[in-house]
């Protein structure tokens, strides 16, 4: 193998690219792994109790009544939801502008699915929690996030003023005119 490196550098400089390329959503791929199979271990069994209860199984209920008209399962988009939250979360942490709107975004529907999908009775209760759940790891997501530019004066870096003065003068001095007798003459 290392013949063919030594035959081919431009091989090396392919497999490195295409590594650096892949890396980082292998990592992704692995992390979003790792967070749906907890959740999923957390809520496998239907009718379990406990705080990720109160989260997922309203909007498991919700999904499975609005999915029945849709040619998606109540599972799929249960799945989508779950992916897209794990996923707006890391581009929300990692500071990318679109997954902090689509964290928002998830997190307002994610509220309002958990009080449709809770039982009158404890609703206010339910949502209650979804949404501090929501805001503590919003905490984390947005962090770093203003809501306003900062002032000019601490963004900008100060440079010292520059100042050209131009002096503008008569011009050289003209040749004063030599007489020699009568005539005047010019000389240089």
């Avoid at 907890?38 to 209860?53: C, F, I, Q, R, S």
């Avoid at 805001?135 to 997501?141: D, K, L, P």
């Avoid at 770093?144 to 011009?171: K, S, W």
Wanted: glycine share 8%; net charge positive; charged share 15%.
């Amino acid at each position: 193998m290392d013949a063919f490196y030594d035959a081919a550098p431009w091989a090396r400089a392919l497999i490195r690219a295409v590594a650096v390329a892949i890396a980082p959503f292998a990592a992704l791929y692995v992390t979003m792994a790792l967070l749906l199979a907890w959740v999923d271990g957390a809520t496998a069994t239907p009718g379990h109790t406990g705080l990720l209860a109160v989260l997922t199984e309203p909007v498991r209920t919700y999904l499975h009544i609005h999915t029945a008209a849709v040619p998606i399962s109540a599972e799929t988009a249960y799945r989508v939801w779950q992916f897209t939250g794990c996923l707006s979360f890391l581009f929300a942490v990692y500071r990318r502008g679109f997954g902090r709107a689509i964290w928002g975004l998830w997190g307002a529907a994610s509220v309002a699915m958990v009080w449709t999908g809770t039982p009158d009775t404890g609703r206010a209760v339910a949502a209650g929690v979804a949404l501090f759940a929501w805001s503590a790891a919003s905490a984390v997501a947005w962090r770093g996030m203003r809501l306003r530019r900062p002032a000019a004066a601490a963004t900008e870096a100060r440079l010292p003023e520059l100042r050209i003065n131009v002096q503008l003068h008569g011009g050289p001095p003209a040749p004063a005119p030599h007489r020699v007798g009568r005539q005047t003459t010019w000389l240089n």
